[in-house]
């Protein structure tokens, strides 16, 4: 089956840090990637869509500038923390869409950020 | 989007049939009913999709009403490994959407010995 990969599965950084998550498809190309985020017993919020070689689409309330997007490769896409604040600790997942725009999303095991 | 309703939390006795329920009232007619079950601390994992029809897969069935309304996954044969938190999600239709899907509460399933 479809395999996403993330990079790493803990961090743990020093406020004023930036942080890098990678997402990696495995055994399929994505041209779409998402970034969710998810605080303890909370649901997952969508944070941005990723489109290979194209720019990030971000949901409303998301701050660009602050989570960086890029989606270099049809197999890679990552996520920069930038000015990591203790706020920003939380559970971040990717997930890549395998096939056409209705076809399941499969997700990553999920990086967890702490901000000390 | 169309959103989803599902009860808050539900248990199971270990080996019987797990019947989780989500109403979707306001669905479209091609919008797709998204099943995930999430284990605490790891991503969210594919069990069923459908449109309209019924599904099957090893892993549950999906039963969507004939008016779209509401749909129920079940889990034939309940196991401890089985508990998790479960989402039914109406995805956004139109490919300009990109395929996003957007997560609400879900159900958080506890199946007991």
């Known amino acids: 089956g479809a395999v996403v990969s993330q990079h790493p599965s803990r961090v743990i950084c020093k406020s004023g840090t930036s942080v890098k998550i990678e997402c990696r498809s495995l055994d399929f190309q994505a041209t779409t990637m998402f970034w969710y985020r998810q605080f303890p017993k909370q649901s997952l919020m969508l944070m941005a869509t990723?489109?290979?070689?194209?720019?990030?689409?971000?949901e409303q309330g998301v701050e660009k500038d602050k989570f960086l997007i890029n989606h270099a490769s049809l197999t890679l896409s990552t996520l920069t923390v930038t000015s990591a604040h203790p706020e920003d600790s939380s559970f971040y997942i990717c997930?890549?869409?395998?096939?056409?725009?209705?076809?399941?999303?499969?997700f990553g095991n999920g990086t967890r950020l702490t901000v000390t | 989007d169309a959103k989803t309703t599902q009860p808050t939390s539900m248990d199971c006795a270990e080996g019987r049939a797990a019947n989780l329920p989500c109403n979707h009232s306001t669905i479209s007619g091609n919008e797709y009913v998204y099943w995930y079950r999430q284990i605490h601390s790891q991503g969210p994992q594919y069990i069923i999709h459908?449109?309209?029809n019924n599904e099957t897969n090893e892993m549950a069935s999906l039963i969507i009403t004939e008016d779209r309304k509401s749909s129920t996954l079940i889990l034939p044969h309940a196991t401890l490994r089985d508990t998790a938190v479960y989402y039914c999600i109406v995805r956004v239709a139109g490919y300009n959407q990109g395929g996003k899907l957007i997560f609400g509460q879900g159900t958080e399933l506890s199946v007991k010995p």
């Open positions: 990723s489109n290979e070689g194209s720019k990030a689409t971000y």
């Open positions: 997930s890549a869409r395998v096939g056409v725009y209705n076809s399941p999303l499969h």
């Open positions: 459908g449109l309209k």
